[in-house]
């Protein structure tokens, strides 16, 4: 039986009617008594302007993306909500107050169209650096419009005029040369994948009407996407196709000049890259290779060449440990250098290739219970410079600038948005129950560590994403300011301790997540952190499907749940917009075996009318065209039928990231925090 015959008498199916106005009146009509409750009051007012006033504030760092000699930004603030696309050079941009040089004013755009366009992104030529692919969206949805625009004369380029631009859709749109470029996108009936991507990718001519585009590649309904693209790396030049068959593996073919297609023969589920003559393997699973035996979490670096030519010898160029993995890495003209993790903490280094094989050094000092990361790197046109940042639960980030043997120097660094005197960051280690100790991290003042105290913990555990120190100032005035406690957790799903975080709980494992989430929450009121009145959680998307799982599976252990942007209705996540993308992390509900584990945490089929649960706050966008906002719509009305104290707030606008500018944000974060404080702070006084 289908997922659809499956859910003919869910009464609140009319709720996944997104923009039906019986669905938008519910949803106002809720928005109101949210405003009303938690909205209204002069200390709402007070602390939405003082975040408000630091996303706006010219203090806050303007993160550039280097393209060669160009430093470019993306910018929002009071004057301009929308935001201004940007660029300068690092002559200026390291000066005290650089001068920008205005590129696009998306508020003005959207004004002379007369639509609500958030910022996409945008792909430059490279190295001319003349033309850019603007991708815009309608409130900030993930689908977008792509049109071409002139960073000489700063205007877009019409279709009728040979400029390349896309309809709304979820597309794949890059670069060739200035005449062509690989585009993915919605080409008319049966040209989308079953998640909604493009399922065939195509080599585009300016000039030429996108119907008579040539087909390189094209994947079946079932994949998640397909892509094109091309390595212009001089004496290096490589156009290649990407066929992602599920969430985490992907199939990588070389297109040769003959139109004809190699795929490489590598673990699908690797994560695979090249420079030049290098070839990059980092494994999430284990491989065997001849008679060598190589972990997950290993990355794996040979001669490119050799590889095609079946002769390539692997060198391991890092092996992970019990408490260490790779975060990342990334190359620089001559180097490359990696970021891992050891408990949680980042630590850097910098690798050589040489005729003797790669030489490991440590990169740079980073301090403790804080992240640092590389960005910027350049390898084709920024030789061996590139800049860190580093940021930790009160330090605000800074921005440098370095190179591979080089001095530091300290480009930016973002000021106190709250007082951190007092607070203190701490790592605890919780125990779940199957043994496994999960690792996580109070901030808090050391003032409040006599007693139990009000505390919030946050928590993802999904999609290998890796959580890991960083400032917020948000959190800081909302909560810490307040005397409240807050928690980061690192539970499975993650990337913390490489990819076996994260594979270990994928589908019928997944109720480890919980138990991890569980148990840190019990582990917190064992050290006497809080207790469970005073305890509260918070997550989105995925992290919004755990605080759905922790109110109807784990009530008791909390006193208050934000919800934001979730899955709740696992029986039919795969039939709305994005979801069936997601079935290798979750698993399939149309499979009898598969919604036989599924069916057992599923929030929405899992509300137990002879339990107690705690206030819930549930968010969503009408935007968000990647997690329905019926998931969070029908878990609302199926709560309020309980008669359960519960609130919904449905942004009008947003998309996946719940927000379409500053002034959202704002207001999103202190309705977080307002109902916290009300729930967890004042609330025990007044029962």
Not at 14 to 36: G, K, M, P, Q, Y
Not at 92 to 106: F, I, K, M
Not at 158 to 184: C, H, M, N, R
Request: charged share 20%.
């Amino acid at each position: 039986m289908s997922g659809v015959e499956q859910n003919v008498n869910d009464p609140y199916l009319w709720l996944e009617e997104v923009t039906s106005d019986r669905a938008l009146a519910w949803a106002r009509e809720h928005n109101e008594v949210v405003i009303d409750r938690f909205a209204s009051s002069d200390r709402f007012s007070v602390l939405e302007h003082r975040i408000l006033d630091m996303l706006d504030t010219d203090t806050k760092i303007a993160y550039p993306g280097r393209r060669g000699p160009w430093l470019y930004n993306f910018w929002r603030d009071a004057a301009h909500p929308r935001g201004l696309w940007r660029r300068t050079t690092f002559t200026e941009y390291a000066g005290q107050n650089p001068e920008w040089d205005v590129l696009l004013d998306l508020d003005e755009l959207a004004a002379a169209e007369a639509e609500n366009w958030v910022w996409g992104g945008a792909g430059v030529l490279r190295p001319t650096q003349s033309r850019a692919l603007i991708s815009l969206s309608r409130g900030g949805a993930d689908a977008k419009v792509v049109r071409e625009f002139d960073l000489t004369t700063r205007t877009f380029l019409e279709p009728a005029d040979g400029g390349f631009s896309l309809p709304e859709a979820k597309s794949q749109i890059s670069w060739i040369d200035i005449d062509t470029v690989y585009v993915g996108t919605d080409f008319g009936p049966g040209s989308l994948t079953d998640s909604g991507y493009a399922r065939i990718a195509k080599r585009w001519r300016r000039g030429t009407p996108l119907e008579e585009a040539v087909t390189v590649f094209e994947g079946a309904a079932s994949d998640i996407s397909v892509s094109a693209a091309y390595d212009r790396t001089p004496g290096y030049e490589r156009h290649f196709v990407g066929r992602a068959t599920d969430f985490y593996n992907e199939e990588a073919y070389l297109i040769g000049e003959d139109g004809q297609l190699r795929l490489l023969d590598l673990p699908t589920d690797a994560g695979v890259s090249w420079y030049k003559d290098h070839l990059l393997v980092r494994l999430k699973s284990p491989w065997q290779v001849g008679d060598h035996h190589y972990r997950s979490g290993t990355l794996l670096a040979g001669n490119f060449p050799e590889f095609l030519s079946g002769t390539v010898a692997f060198e391991e160029i890092f092996t992970p440990s019990a408490d260490t993995a790779l975060h990342g890495y990334g190359w620089t003209e001559n180097h490359l250098l990696l970021i891992t993790l050891e408990n949680v903490q980042t630590r850097l280094y910098v690798l050589t290739p040489g005729a003797d094989g790669w030489q490991t050094e440590p990169l740079a000092d980073t301090p403790p219970m804080a992240t640092t990361g590389a960005m910027n790197l350049d390898p084709l046109e920024g030789g061996d410079e590139f800049m860190l940042t580093t940021s930790g639960f009160t330090t605000p980030t800074t921005l440098l600038s370095t190179s591979v043997g080089g001095s530091t120097e300290v480009l930016r660094q973002e000021p106190d948005f709250f007082d951190t005197e007092g607070i203190e960051t701490e790592q605890y280690f919780a125990t779940s129950e199957d043994g496994t100790r999960i690792p996580y991290f109070v901030i808090r003042h050391r003032d409040r560590k006599a007693i139990p105290g009000p505390t919030v913990m946050s928590g993802y555990g999904g999609f290998e994403i890796s959580r890991t120190p960083a400032y917020s100032g948000a959190s800081g005035m909302g909560w810490l300011e307040r005397g409240g406690t807050w928690v980061m957790t690192n539970i499975r799903g993650g990337g913390e301790y490489g990819p076996h975080w994260h594979t270990s709980v994928q589908k019928a494992n997944r109720y480890k997540v919980y138990e991890d989430f569980a148990a840190i929450a019990t582990d917190l009121v064992t050290r006497g952190i809080t207790t469970p009145e005073q305890l509260g959680a918070v997550g989105g998307s995925n992290g919004g499907l755990l605080m759905g799982v922790m109110l109807t599976r784990y009530p008791q252990l909390f006193g208050a749940i934000v919800c934001q942007v979730p899955l709740l209705d696992m029986r039919r996540y795969h039939l709305l917009l994005a979801g069936a993308s997601w079935v290798a992390e979750y698993g399939d509900p149309d499979k009898p075996q598969e919604w036989e584990y599924l069916g057992k945490y599923s929030p929405y089929q899992n509300t137990r009318t002879d339990l107690t649960y705690p206030p819930i706050l549930l968010t969503t966008s009408t935007r968000d065209d990647r997690v329905h906002p019926g998931h969070a719509r029908k878990m609302a009305a199926l709560l309020e039928s309980q008669g359960r104290e519960f609130w919904y707030h449905e942004n009008i606008e947003g998309g996946h990231g719940g927000a379409a500018d500053n002034k959202q944000s704002a207001f999103q974060a202190t309705l977080i925090y307002e109902f916290f404080t009300q729930m967890l702070i004042e609330r025990p006084e007044t029962t």
